[in-house]
């Protein structure tokens, strides 16, 4: 009896010690994101309530705002954070394809269908679903959307098993999905459900607090993407004109402007920031960082990896830019 009660002391002691592991690493994450952003004080409060839940959650706020980086602080903090995480951009899906995307397939269930795939509802079981840009969603999509977040199971094309699915979802989108429902174009009852918790992220123009926070993060991390050994700093005119600036591409314009002027800056010290238009930052952005890469644009040093996209989207982007091909013809 001694023996047994020694060995659940000490599996009590075990457990206790996990458990201040996990608030400890929970709260470590939570500070970390609220260094970078102070302003959302509020949001993060409501993060920390909401995530350990299973509720969908709504991220709300204008492209580039930061509602993904909400998300991955959701996801990392929840019940599921150790599951898969699985991000479906709805507005980069064509509708012909979102079944496929959805559901999967099985081998032969089509002429190109070589092999089994698992949809995204299936791939998040156990984990995390999140669908970016919800608001370009069909009509039609959102009643497949619906009936598997009533029902959680999915049949994959081709297939005759039912599928049962466990996945937490979390949307975003730049969209006013209220008034899209009252102009028909966003399913009252899909809103229903996702609507029990929304997260308004305010665009950056509103969050002063946060700009030399998120500026500093940002530094510190190209200094260790590009190998820079020295630290980097803005010009004084650099930080007056980021004060009065508008920012209208939000956090991702904030950095993409801050990559694009450490790549073309000749002084690392008294760094240079030029504004000018959003689409025409990204093109000198995307033009810098082929430059940077020589011009190839897949593998580990390419500017997919250094953008984070995946090459083909990266080409299309650059198509749609008008950044010239000449630079990356080799790679084709």
Not at 175 to 188: H, V
Not at 189 to 196: I, K
Not at 233 to 248: D, F, G, H, R, T
Request: proline share 4%; charged share 25%; hydrophobic share 40%.
């Amino acid at each position: 009896n001694s023996v047994l009660l020694a060995n659940n002391l000490d599996l009590i002691q075990e457990n206790d010690g996990l458990k201040d592991s996990v608030r400890g690493s929970r709260m470590a994450l939570v500070n970390r994101f609220s260094a970078r952003t102070p302003s959302l004080k509020e949001i993060t409060e409501k993060i920390e309530k909401v995530s350990s839940t299973e509720v969908p959650i709504l991220v709300l706020g204008e492209t580039g705002c930061g509602k993904e980086v909400v998300v991955n602080l959701i996801q990392e903090l929840s019940n599921r954070g150790t599951g898969p995480f699985v991000k479906l951009n709805c507005g980069a899906i064509p509708e012909t394809l979102i079944d496929d995307e959805f559901f999967g397939h099985e081998k032969g269930a089509f002429t190109d269908a070589k092999i089994q795939k698992k949809g995204v509802f299936e791939r998040a079981s156990g984990g995390t679903l999140f669908l970016d840009e919800i608001g370009e969603l069909s009509l039609a999509a959102q009643v497949r959307l619906l009936r598997v977040l009533q029902q959680k199971i999915v049949t994959r094309i081709g297939g005759m098993h039912s599928i049962p699915v466990d996945f937490r979802l979390v949307a975003a989108t730049h969209r006013d999905l209220k008034q899209m429902a009252e102009e028909g174009r966003f399913r009252n009852d899909l809103l229903y459900r996702l609507n029990l918790f929304p997260l308004r992220i305010p665009p950056l123009r509103e969050r002063q607090e946060d700009l030399f926070p998120l500026t500093d993060f940002f530094l510190n991390r190209l200094r260790s993407k590009y190998g820079i050994s020295q630290p980097l700093s803005l010009s004084q005119k650099s930080v007056e004109q980021m004060q009065k600036y508008k920012w209208p591409g939000n956090v991702r314009e904030l950095e993409n402007t801050l990559e694009r002027s450490v790549l073309t800056s000749s002084d690392y010290q008294n760094i240079q920031i030029v504004f000018e238009g959003f689409e025409m930052m990204q093109k000198h952005y995307f033009e810098a960082v082929l430059k940077a890469t020589k011009g190839k644009i897949s593998g580990a040093d390419g500017a997919a990896a250094l953008t984070d996209m995946h090459p083909n989207t990266l080409r299309s982007k650059l198509e749609k830019l008008g950044v010239t091909f000449k630079a990356v013809k080799p790679e084709l």
